[in-house]
T-cell receptor, first 112, second 114 residues
Framework: QQKVQQSPESLIVPEGGMASLNCTSSDRNVDYFWWYRQHSGKSPKMLMSIFSNGEKEEGRFTVHLNKASLHTSLHIRDSQPSDSALYLCAARGGGSGNKLIFGTGTLLSVKP | GGIITQTPKFLIGQEGQKLTLKCQQNFNHDTMYWYRQDSGKGLRLIYYSITENDLQKGDLSEGYDASREKKSSFSLTVTSAQKNEMAVFLC?????????????FGPGTRLTVL
C-alpha cells in the first residue's frame, strides 16, 4: 500500500522565521506532488504542486522535488501567524487517474 | 468559479444506525471523492467516482457505500455507525482529462456517533 510520510508532525517557528516541511513517498510510480494547506476548522486548499525535479517558488513559498528519492519539501520564509495551519502533502501514483494519497500532515504554528 | 456543498454540516447518529452524507458540486467536474479526516490527521480516501454511475474503492471503503447517480452529486452512506466514532467527512471534485488536476474540497460533514 502506497504511503506518504510527512515530517515533522508539528513545528513551531517564530514570526519572520523559516519553516521547512518534508514529504516522502514509498511508491516508485509517483509522478506528481501537491501541498495543501488546511486552516483550523476549514477545508484543505491547494497551495502548490510540482512534478519536475528542482524548485518552484511562489512568493514566500518554495517547493523542492527530488524525483530519484521521491522527496519533496515545502519552505515558507518570513513566516506569518496566518501561516499557522495543517500542511498536507499528497502524491499521485502513475496510472491512478487523479487519485491522491495524502500524508498525515505537519501542524505548523507561527508564534508572534 | 464553482462551489461544493455538503449536507448536513453536523450529523449525530446512534450506534448501528445507517447514515447518509450528501455532496453537490457545480464545477461540472467529472471526478468526485469522499475522504475521512480524523482529528488533526491526514485524509483517507473512502470512495471516488470518475463519472456518473462509476464507483471506485479507496483504502477505507469497508463500512461505507457510495452512490453517484448524476454528475453533480455524490452520496456516502455509513452502513453501521460505530460508537465513539468522530470524524470529518470531506467531499472533493476535480476535472478529468487533465493529468495534474487540483482537487477542490467542500466544507465537510462532522460526524458524531453516540
Amino acid at each position: 500500500q502506497q504511503k506518504v510520510q510527512q515530517s515533522p508532525e508539528s513545528l513551531i517557528v517564530p514570526e519572520g522565521g523559516m519553516a521547512s516541511l518534508n514529504c516522502t513517498s514509498s511508491d516508485r510510480n509517483v509522478d506528481y506532488f501537491w501541498w495543501y494547506r488546511q486552516h483550523s476548522g476549514k477545508s484543505p486548499k491547494m497551495l502548490m504542486s510540482i512534478f519536475s525535479n528542482g524548485e518552484k517558488e511562489e512568493g514566500r513559498f518554495t517547493v523542492h522535488l527530488n524525483k530519484a528519492s521521491l522527496h519533496t519539501s515545502l519552505h515558507i520564509r518570513d513566516s506569518q501567524p496566518s501561516d499557522s495551519a495543517l500542511y498536507l502533502c499528497a502524491a499521485r501514483g502513475g496510472g491512478s487517474g487523479n487519485k491522491l494519497i495524502f500524508g498525515t500532515g505537519t501542524l505548523l504554528s507561527v508564534k508572534p | 468559479g464553482g462551489i461544493i456543498t455538503q449536507t448536513p454540516k453536523f450529523l449525530i447518529g446512534q450506534e448501528g444506525q445507517k447514515l447518509t452524507l450528501k455532496c453537490q458540486q457545480n464545477f461540472n467536474h467529472d471526478t468526485m471523492y469522499w475522504y475521512r479526516q480524523d482529528s488533526g490527521k491526514g485524509l483517507r480516501l473512502i470512495y471516488y467516482s470518475i463519472t456518473e454511475n462509476d464507483l471506485q474503492k479507496g483504502d477505507l471503503s469497508e463500512g461505507y457505500d457510495a452512490s453517484r447517480e448524476k454528475k453533480s452529486s455524490f452520496s456516502l452512506t455509513v452502513t453501521s455507525a460505530q460508537k465513539n466514532e468522530m470524524a470529518v467527512f470531506l467531499c472533493a471534485s476535480s476535472p478529468s482529462g487533465a493529468n495534474y488536476a487540483e482537487q477542490f474540497f467542500g466544507p465537510g460533514t462532522r460526524l458524531t456517533v453516540l
